[in-house]
């Protein structure tokens, strides 16, 4: 199973189901999912998503942590992040009968990863190591395997991955840089090579994409260092299209099915725009990059890379949002009763009001001058993403959206009440109003 393919390396935030399907289109073999911390999804609730044909992971507030489909299930190994035997059977025996295999991540140099004892905190405990690996093997039917990177000397990593393969793992994947080295500095193929030498399991080289421009590149990579198989990131991050022989397509054309699956499956704001931070040559110029990575709804993104219409399509013929539906369930189990806001929010839209007078100070002037007690105003945070809530005397109010601060999401929370209550906010063109300009004598909101 781990001989003689081209892989996709897991990659945080950009290994979900949208690239990784991406990936196997153009000729990946194996795809790792990005890491999921093994406690984390303990805590998550399983769903099978019919309208998007998936299994959902949801963390308690609804949001994705693991979604995956029949079309990769053969090809998909999941990894985890964790630092406890047990914890880590849990979890597989979770996960197990969706993906093809289960991977231990003892790579991530991380600061989250080595506070929680976990990535590359484990290269220099080969007995916990041990544990988790054996404990894994005794409750898995499918292949069990680990990343991890090389040690200061020779000596010890190649000690390291002797230990690691009398516990009966299927393969070892190594990155050739430890975990103080940059990205930007060579891997060390001398030190693959003797591993491979040493070694009755598939080793599996990782760490080459500066050196890797085609599928050809990636089979001299193996030739080269004698390794089974090729696992890559940086590079597939670039161009996805870089599995496919002879030669990748246009990063533009790439980009496209991508964002094609990210329409399918669903794909969230942040990931989305994090990932194209990436492609190389899928914008005209930096200034449409820019432009695109700032906008905070998907479908304006869309739009610029032609598929507005497809999106548009996409969207009608869904009946149901699984994660919609969750939520709700959430919301009421919790006795909260939000009136959700919607208003189309760009950035350019809140930044045309510095040095002004911002929506929330607009709408707080127009409040008290129209006998209303004082607004509170709150956020709350998932995955980086801040959705604003605004209460005014009895009721709540929420603006879903993508926002990147608690600023910005109270200012949208704001804006999205003056547009709904007909509170006059001159357009973000010409600029928004002053309290002297302002309609204070309006009696319309509320």
Not at 151 to 166: G, H, N, P, Q, Y
Not at 225 to 243: C, E, H, K, L
Not at 262 to 285: N, Q, S, V, W
Request: include cysteine; charge should be positive.
């Amino acid at each position: 199973m781990f001989s003689g393919k081209y892989i996709l390396s897991p990659m945080v935030r950009v290994g979900g189901l949208p690239f990784r399907l991406t990936c196997l289109d153009y000729g990946a073999d194996l795809v790792y999912a990005e890491e999921v911390i093994a406690q984390r999804l303990l805590k998550c609730t399983k769903i099978l998503n019919e309208t998007l044909d998936t299994v959902d992971f949801l963390d308690e507030d609804g949001g994705v942590c693991f979604r995956t489909t029949s079309k990769e299930s053969d090809k998909v190994i999941f990894q985890m992040g964790v630092s406890d035997p047990d914890v880590a059977a849990q979890a597989a025996q979770m996960i197990e009968p969706y993906v093809a295999g289960i991977d231990v991540n003892m790579g991530c140099p991380k600061d989250y990863s080595i506070k929680g004892n976990m990535g590359a905190a484990l290269l220099t405990q080969p007995e916990l190591i041990k544990k988790i690996l054996c404990k894994l093997i005794s409750v898995c039917s499918k292949p069990v395997t680990c990343k991890i990177r090389i040690l200061e000397s020779e000596e010890e990593t190649l000690s390291l991955c002797k230990e690691i393969e009398s516990t009966g793992v299927a393969a070892l994947a190594v990155h050739g840089r430890t975990r103080f080295t940059r990205s930007s500095h060579p891997c060390n193929y001398d030190i693959i090579q003797k591993i491979k030498s040493i070694m009755s399991i598939p080793v599996i080289l990782n760490g080459a994409s500066l050196d890797i421009n085609n599928r050809s590149d990636m089979t001299e990579m193996i030739k080269k260092t004698g390794a089974d198989s090729i696992m890559i990131a940086r590079a597939a991050w670039y161009n996805p299209s870089i599995f496919r022989d002879p030669e990748p397509v246009s990063v533009r054309e790439a980009v496209q099915k991508f964002m094609k699956y990210c329409i399918d499956y669903e794909c969230p704001l942040h990931i989305l725009k994090y990932t194209m931070g990436k492609f190389r040559g899928a914008f005209k110029d930096n200034q449409s990059s820019l432009e695109v990575t700032r906008h905070i709804e998907t479908r304006l993104i869309y739009n610029y890379f032609g598929l507005g219409d497809y999106y548009n399509e996409v969207a009608s013929k869904r009946t149901s949002d699984i994660q919609e539906e969750f939520q709700k369930k959430k919301r009421q189990k919790l006795g909260e009763d939000y009136k959700i806001l919607q208003a189309e929010i760009t950035p350019t839209i809140l930044q045309s009001f510095r040095g002004l007078i911002a929506p929330r100070q607009i709408l707080n002037q127009w409040l008290e001058a129209n006998g209303f007690s004082k607004p509170k105003y709150w956020t709350t945070e998932h995955n980086k993403i801040f959705t604003g809530y605004l209460q005014i005397d009895n009721d709540t109010y929420a603006m879903e959206g993508n926002f990147k601060n608690k600023k910005t999401a109270t200012q949208a929370v704001s804006y999205a009440y003056c547009l709904k209550h007909h509170i006059e906010l001159r357009h973000y063109k010409t600029g928004a109003r002053t309290l002297s300009q302002s309609n204070c004598q309006c009696k319309n909101g509320g």
